[in-house]
Nanobody
Framework: QVQLVESGGGLVQAGGSLRLSCLAS????????MGWFRQPPGKEREFVAA????????EYADSVKGRFTISSDHVKNTMRLEMKSLKPEDTAVYYC????????????????????WGQGTQVTVSS
């Protein structure tokens, strides 16, 4: 059973940067497709970014493209989300998620495709 523990959330001013980390245990991220999702206050959970298990394929929501970067470090068994030029509308609880994938190139924007989830970390961007 894979367990995911997130860190790195916090309060930042608009235009600032944050890095979210998600440490995996109980399984190797090298066998998993990875994703980041977020849930803004009063709204549904939404897709942010996804990466294939080999990192060769990545996807981003239009709202974060060019500002956010998803990556993984298989030695440290950690996935990350680098967030730059943050905006107040990026305020949300952010979740990392993974799913075992046979294909090295598989990604998904659909949260229902992911089996393992972190506990969530709050990101608040002030204007």
């Amino acid at each position: 059973q894979v367990q995911l523990v997130e860190s790195g959330g916090g309060l930042v001013q608009a235009g600032g940067s944050l890095r979210l980390s998600c440490l995996a245990s109980g399984g190797s991220l090298s066998n998993h497709a990875m994703g980041w999702f977020r849930q803004p206050p009063g709204k549904e959970r939404e897709f942010v970014a996804a990466s294939s298990r080999n990192g060769a394929t990545t996807e981003y929501a239009d709202s974060v493209k060019g500002r956010f970067t998803i990556s993984s470090d298989h030695v440290k068994n950690t996935m990350r989300l680098e967030m730059k030029s943050l905006k107040p509308e990026d305020t949300a609880v952010y979740y990392c998620a993974t799913v075992r994938a046979d294909s090295q190139y598989y990604t998904s924007r659909d949260y229902s495709q992911y089996d393992y989830w972190g506990q969530g970390t709050q990101v608040t961007v002030s204007s």
